[in-house]
């Protein structure tokens, strides 16, 4: 049976579309496919830091790095996102850059993806600190639903729509590390402490209600729908690539010229570039594939409805 890969790498900042082998063959009884996989994951050794306090998730030392482990399961967001990974099929691997790789899987007339092949790629070498908050991001992204590439009415305004604002994307990623960053405030170093509050201010100021007394000890619980919003919004700030970014965006009213706040670590621009890139990469992969297709006389219907809707347009 012949399926088709289509790899799309999202990484901590930005999303990367990478094309794979098309005549790859996977077998159905493929073992992520399987309710109940059991992955052979490799974690980097790091030697625990200080004293470790009482933890609720079970520990998986192959997993994920036992000290970052620990930290994630002091806070409640953490512990969530832990319980929530060890019942998912997400593998973490040690990498060079925190990020998270998706594969669809698909048959050639199957309208959406069997599966999704989905590996945190994490940062081993990073300090504890920084890992646990790099994989509190990965988590979101690698935890939350996402949007079929063959999808033939996907717009390139929903996909960069979705990647910031959507569930798993950029803005609650960012939030939900510095929302475990506060959470872990008050039982770290200063010098952790300080990493953490260098990596959070932004998210932090952009959400905190002054009003609120309590604001240093739970800044984001107070995070109401308007400022949630605002977050949101803020990364359509992308200074001198607004001309490019209104070229494709037309329709996105939030776009602005005002400095970016963040950029994609890999792309080294702002996230609405980074993921107009990534739907273009995408989109042209699967054209060329469903070209290819359509010149051999083995298109299907979908094929040509792909065709009418995705692949206009895309080399502006
Ligand atoms: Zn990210």
Known sequence: MMWVFLGIIAVQGTFKAQALPLNQAVQTNNPWLTVAQ?????????AVKGAVQQVTVPIHPQVIPVPVQHLLSRTTRGSELLHE???????VESGSVSR???TALRRVSDPAPRGWKIVIHLNTSKDDIDQALDLAHE???????RLNPYDPNLTLEGYVEHGIEGP???????MTECVVGQQLMNSVDVSDRERIRRRCLTAWNAVEDRSDAKKNKNRIASLTEEKKENWKKSFYAVGEYFGIAK????HVSSLSQESPQFISAMAKRPYPLALIEEYLGISRALCTRVTDRIASGSASVL???FLRKRC?????
């Open 139 to 145: 988590l979101t992204h690698a935890l939350s639903p």
């Open 168 to 174: 798993g994307g950029e803005a609650d990623a960012i």
């Open 312 to 316: 206009a347009n895309l080399f502006q």
């Open 38 to 46: 059991t992955a052979a994951i490799q974690g980097g050794a790091v």
């Open 100 to 102: 998270t790789e998706f």
């Open 303 to 305: 094929d040509h409805d």
């Open 85 to 91: 990974f060890f019942k998912s099929q997400v593998q």
């Open 247 to 250: 070229h494709w965006l037309r």
